[in-house]
C-alpha cells in the first residue's frame, strides 16, 4: 500500500494543480461576456474593464477565486453557528451515516436471504424493486411529517430516507458477492462435508466483501444524495440541503458554490471512511 | 462461449404466466393494505387512498399522462445516455495504462460523491429553464454513475487463467471484450442496468423539480402549493409505472441474454 | 413539382410577413415568481386578449419555482438588453438593492396589502404570543421578523414551508403551532382540511402592512425603454381587469397557461385576491397603485428588526400609473 501511494499521489497532485492554473482563465472566460454586457446597459459595477469586473460580478457564472475564499470565510464561521457550514455538515453527515449503517445491516440479511431461500427471493424481490421506483422526494415530505406524528423527528427521517435510497445498492452487491464463490470453490466445501452456515462463514461471506465495499461506497454517495434531498424537500431545521434551499432562494450564486464545494468535500470525506475501512477489513487486498 | 449465449429452451410460458399472477396477487395486497390503512389514518392530506388517486387521476386523465410522457422520455434517455456513457467508459479504463485507470477511476469515484443535487438549480439556469434538455442531463448523470462501478468491475474481474487462455490464442482487444469480457460481466452489467433505471426516474424528477413547468416532478411541485397530495402521489404512481416497465423491458432482455446464468445461478 | 414549390414559396412568404408584422411588436418577458396560478392572472390574460400587443409588445410570460429566483432571472434578462419584468415582494427587493447593490426599481404594486396571513392553533393577542416554530416560505419570513422585532430569533424558529407537504401538512398535522399563508391558497387549504378550530389572523392585526406582489424592473430597462415600461404597466392591469370583471373566461385562459390547475380553485383564490387588489386607493389612482408611505413605513420596520441597515428607499420606487381603474 504504501508503495503504490506515491504513484497515485503524483499523478492526483498533478491533475489538481492543472485545475487549479486553468481554473482562472477559465473562470476569466465564462465571466467577461457577462461582464461586458453588463457595462453596456451602463451598468455602475465600480469597475473599469470587461477584465477588472469578471473577477467580482455579484452573480458570477463562475466565481473567481477570491469571491470562493470570501464566501467560505463567511459561511464557515463562527464554526458552532447554526447558519455555518460545520455544523450543517455534521448534520447531514449523521443522516448519511446512519442511514448507510441501516442500509448496510438491512442489505446485508436481505441479501443473505436472496442468496439462500428461492422463496424469499419470490416473494420479497417485487416488492423491493417495486418500491424503489417510487420517487423518494414525492413521498418524503409526507413521510416526514407520518413520523413526526409518533415522535419520529429531526435527523431520524432523513436517515430513513437515506437509507431507503441506500439499501438497493447494497442488498444487490453484497447478493453479487455471496453468489461470487466460483462452483468449483463450492463444491470443494461441500467435499469437505460443511454445511450451510459453514459455508457462508468460511467462503460466501468473505469472498463477498470487495462487492461489498464497492457497493458501500455507491451507496454511501447515494445515501448522502438522499438525506440532501430530504432536507430539501422537507420541513428541516438544519444541514447541508437546508442551506443549500435558504440560499437558492437568496440567489447567492458565490454561496451556492461554496455549499456545493463543501458537500462534494463532505462526500469525499465519507466515501474515504469507507475506503478506510475497506483497508482495515481487507488487508490482503493491495 | 457462444454457444453459453443461446437462450435456454425451458418452460418460459407457465413461468410467465405465474410471475404476471404473482404481479396481480402483489399488487392487489398492497393496493388493499393501503386503501384501509389510508382510511383508518384518515388525513387525506398525508396518505390518500388509492381510490381518490385513481378519481383524481380521472379528472384529467390525457394531462396526466401527458407530463407522464415527458418524464418518460426524459428517464429513457437520461438512461440511454448515461449507460451509453457509463459502458464507453469502462472500456476506456480497460485500454488505459495502470495508473492512469487508478487515476481516472479514482476521479470518477471522487466524482460520485459530490452531491449533484447541489448542482441541480444550477445545472438549470446552465442548460435553460423549462427545456427537457437539463432533466435528461441530471438522469443520465444518476444512471451513468449507477453504472459505471459495476461494469469496471465486472469487465475487470475476469478469471486470469481465462485472460492466459486468450493470450495464448493471441486474440486482440475486441476479442478479448467480445468473447471474454463482455460475457462474463453480462450478469451483472444487467443487474445493475436495473439499478441505473431506478436511479434515472430519480434523476429525472429531481431535474424536474427545478425550473420545470411540464413533467411529474413539476405535477409534484405544483399539486403540493395547493395541497392536493392525491396528485402529488398520483404522480409517484406513474412514475413507479414507468419504472416498472423499464424494469420489466430489461428483466426480458436479460432472460434473453443471460439466461444461463439465471439458470446456474438459481442451481447453485 | 411546380406547385409544390410555388406553395412552399407563399408559405415562406406568409412566414417572412408575419414575421415582419411581429418585429413591430417590441419583445418583452414577464417573470413571475411562481408557476402560474391566480395571482398571476392579469399576464396570460393582457396576453390572450390582446392588450400587449395593443401596446406594442410581444410579451412571453415565464413561470417561476423553486430555486428560480424572479430576481436573478429579471437581472440577467436586463444585463443583456431586453425589455423585462419581474414580480417578487418589495423587502426581497429592497433587501436585494441594498446589500446586494442591484439596482432594483419598483413600477406598481399588485397587492396594496398583505395576502399573506398567519395560521395558528392558539389565539394570538399580542406578537409576544407568537413564540416556537413559525412555517413560513424561504424568503417570506421578513414580515413575521418585523412583527416580532429585534431578538426574534429568540423567539421564534423559522422553518422553511416550501418542504410541506400539502403546503401545511405540518401545521394540519399539529407539528408547529404557526403557519404563513395565502389567502388565495393555503388558507383556503386550511379551511377544506383543518378537523380543529385554528385563528386565522392578517399581519395588519400586528402593524405590518404592507404591499404585496410588486411589479420591478432595473434601472437600466427604465432608461432604455421608457415609453415600453408605460405600456407594459397599463396593459397589464388591463389584463387584471378583465380578469376580475370576467372571472370564467379569465378562468380559461388560466387553464391553457398551467393545465395542472383546479380551475375553481384558483377562482376561488381570484375572489380574495381582488379583495386586495381593489381597494380605496386603486378606485382613485388606478390599480397597481404604488403607495410610497407603506414602502416608507416597511423600509423603518426592517430596519427595526434588524433586517436591513438602512431605511432609505433611495431610487428604490419609480410609480408607473396605470390608470386603469
Request: proline share 6%.
Amino acid at each position: 500500500m504504501s508503495s503504490r501511494l506515491p504513484t497515485n499521489l503524483v499523478p492526483m497532485l498533478v491533475v489538481a494543480l492543472v485545475i487549479v492554473l486553468l481554473y482562472y482563465p477559465l473562470m476569466l472566460l465564462a465571466n467577461v461576456p457577462a461582464a461586458q454586457q453588463a457595462l453596456d446597459t451602463g451598468a455602475d459595477l465600480g469597475c473599469k474593464t470587461a477584465l477588472d469586473c469578471a473577477t467580482q460580478l455579484r452573480s458570477p457564472v463562475l466565481p473567481s477565486p477570491a469571491q470562493l475564499a470570501l464566501g467560505f470565510r463567511n459561511l464557515m464561521f463562527p464554526l458552532d453557528s447554526p447558519n455555518a457550514i460545520p455544523l450543517n455538515a455534521a448534520v447531514t453527515a449523521l443522516e448519511t451515516g446512519m442511514g448507510l449503517l441501516l442500509a448496510a445491516i438491512l442489505g446485508f440479511f436481505f441479501a443473505v436471504g436472496l442468496v439462500a431461500s428461492r422463496a424469499f427471493e419470490r416473494s420479497l424481490l417485487p416488492w423491493i424493486v417495486a418500491s424503489q421506483t417510487v420517487p423518494i422526494i414525492a413521498i418524503a415530505p409526507m413521510l416526514v411529517v407520518v413520523l413526526g406524528q409518533y415522535g419520529v423527528q429531526g435527523w431520524i427521517p432523513k436517515a430513513l430516507i437515506a437509507a431507503y435510497i441506500a439499501f438497493f445498492p447494497i442488498a444487490i452487491g453484497v447478493a453479487k458477492g455471496l453468489r461470487s464463490p466460483d462452483p468449483l470453490s463450492l463444491d470443494l466445501m461441500k467435499t469437505y462435508n460443511a454445511n450451510n452456515l459453514q459455508t457462508y462463514l468460511k467462503l460466501r461471506f468473505p469472498a463477498s466483501v470487495p462487492y461489498l465495499f464497492t457497493a458501500f461506497k455507491v451507496a454511501m454517495t447515494a445515501a448522502l444524495i438522499g438525506a440532501i434531498v430530504a432536507e430539501i424537500s422537507t420541513i428541516s431545521f438544519q444541514g447541508i440541503g437546508k442551506m443549500l434551499a435558504e440560499n437558492s432562494r437568496a440567489s447567492d450564486v458565490v454561496a451556492m458554490w461554496v455549499i456545493m464545494i463543501a458537500s462534494a468535500f463532505l462526500g469525499i470525506l465519507l466515501v474515504a471512511v469507507v475506503g478506510w475501512l475497506e483497508k482495515v477489513v481487507t488487508p490482503w487486498k493491495r | 462461449m457462444a454457444r453459453a449465449l443461446q437462450p435456454v429452451p425451458g418452460p418460459p410460458r407457465s413461468i410467465l404466466r405465474s410471475e404476471a399472477f404473482r404481479w396481480v396477487v402483489f399488487a392487489g395486497v398492497a393496493l388493499g393494505l393501503w386503501e384501509v390503512g389510508a382510511r383508518l389514518y384518515n388525513s387525506p392530506f398525508l396518505l390518500p387512498a388509492p381510490s381518490r388517486i385513481l378519481q383524481e387521476f380521472l379528472k384529467t386523465p390525457t394531462l396526466v399522462l401527458g407530463h407522464a410522457w415527458i418524464t418518460t422520455q426524459e428517464i429513457v434517455l437520461g438512461f440511454l445516455l448515461g449507460a451509453l456513457i457509463a459502458h464507453l467508459a469502462a472500456l476506456l479504463l480497460l485500454v488505459l495504462p495502470e495508473w492512469l485507470e487508478d487515476f481516472i477511476f479514482r476521479a470518477v469515484s471522487t466524482l460520485n460523491s459530490i452531491p449533484f443535487v447541489a448542482l441541480a438549480s444550477l445545472v438549470v439556469v446552465w442548460l435553460g429553464v423549462g427545456s427537457i434538455g437539463s432533466k435528461v442531463a441530471i438522469a443520465a448523470l444518476y444512471a451513468f454513475f449507477a453504472l459505471v462501478y459495476f461494469v469496471h468491475k465486472g469487465m475487470v474481474s475476469t478469471d486470469t487463467t481465462k485472460e492466459e487462455l486468450l493470450t495464448s490464442y493471441s486474440a486482440n482487444f475486441f476479442q478479448r471484450v467480445r468473447y471474454l469480457k463482455l460475457p462474463f460481466a453480462l450478469p451483472i452489467i444487467f443487474t445493475s442496468l436495473k439499478g441505473a433505471a431506478m436511479a434515472a426516474v430519480n434523476g429525472a424528477i429531481v431535474g424536474e423539480l427545478f425550473g420545470a413547468f411540464q413533467g411529474l416532478g413539476f405535477m409534484i411541485l405544483d399539486s403540493r402549493y395547493v395541497g392536493n397530495t392525491a396528485r402529488v402521489f398520483l404522480a409517484a404512481v406513474c412514475c413507479a409505472i414507468v419504472g416498472w416497465l423499464l424494469l420489466g423491458m430489461l428483466t426480458a432482455l436479460e432472460r434473453r441474454f443471460v439466461g444461463w446464468h439465471l439458470e446456474m445461478t438459481r442451481r447453485s | 413539382m411546380k406547385k409544390i414549390i410555388g406553395l412552399l414559396a407563399a408559405g415562406i412568404l406568409a412566414v417572412l410577413a408575419l414575421g415582419s408584422a411581429q418585429n413591430n411588436l417590441t419583445k418583452a418577458t414577464m417573470i413571475e415568481s411562481w408557476f402560474i396560478h391566480a395571482e398571476s392572472i392579469g399576464d396570460p390574460v393582457a396576453v390572450e386578449k390582446g392588450f400587449y400587443k395593443d401596446a406594442g409588445l410581444d410579451v412571453t410570460v415565464v413561470p417561476g419555482g423553486p430555486g428560480l429566483s424572479p430576481i436573478d432571472r429579471v437581472m440577467a434578462e436586463s444585463k443583456a438588453g431586453r425589455l423585462v419584468f419581474g414580480i417578487d415582494y418589495p423587502y426581497n427587493l429592497l433587501e436585494a438593492r441594498q446589500k446586494q447593490k442591484l439596482p432594483l426599481v419598483i413600477l406598481a404594486a399588485d397587492f396594496q396589502g398583505s395576502a399573506m396571513h398567519i395560521l395558528s392553533w392558539q389565539p394570538i393577542s399580542k406578537p409576544s404570543d407568537i413564540k416556537g416554530t413559525f412555517a413560513t416560505w424561504i424568503g417570506y419570513d421578513k414580515p413575521i421578523k418585523a412583527v416580532i422585532g429585534k431578538g426574534w430569533d429568540k423567539q421564534i424558529q423559522v422553518v422553511n414551508q416550501q418542504g410541506d407537504p400539502a403546503t401545511l401538512g405540518g401545521w394540519l398535522a399539529k407539528q408547529y403551532p404557526f403557519a404563513s399563508a395565502m389567502v388565495y391558497n393555503e388558507v383556503m387549504v386550511a379551511e377544506k382540511q383543518a378537523k380543529d378550530k385554528y385563528y386565522l389572523y392578517s399581519y395588519k392585526d400586528f402593524g405590518v402592512d404592507w404591499p404585496e406582489n410588486v411589479l420591478f424592473t432595473t434601472e437600466d430597462v427604465l432608461k432604455k425603454y421608457p415609453n415600453e415600461v408605460k405600456r407594459f404597466v397599463q396593459a397589464r392591469y388591463k389584463g387584471f381587469r378583465y380578469a376580475l370583471d370576467n372571472p370564467e373566461e379569465a378562468g380559461k385562459i388560466l387553464a391553457k397557461y398551467n393545465p395542472n390547475l383546479d380551475i375553481p380553485f384558483e377562482l376561488k383564490g381570484l375572489e380574495q385576491i381582488k379583495k386586495i387588489m381593489v381597494t380605496a386607493d386603486t378606485q382613485q389612482n388606478g390599480l397597481g397603485y404604488v403607495d410610497t408611505a407603506k414602502l416608507q413605513k416597511m423600509a423603518q420596520q426592517l430596519q427595526a428588526a434588524g433586517i436591513l441597515e438602512s431605511a432609505s428607499l433611495s431610487g428604490f420606487v419609480n410609480p408607473v400609473p396605470s390608470g386603469v381603474k
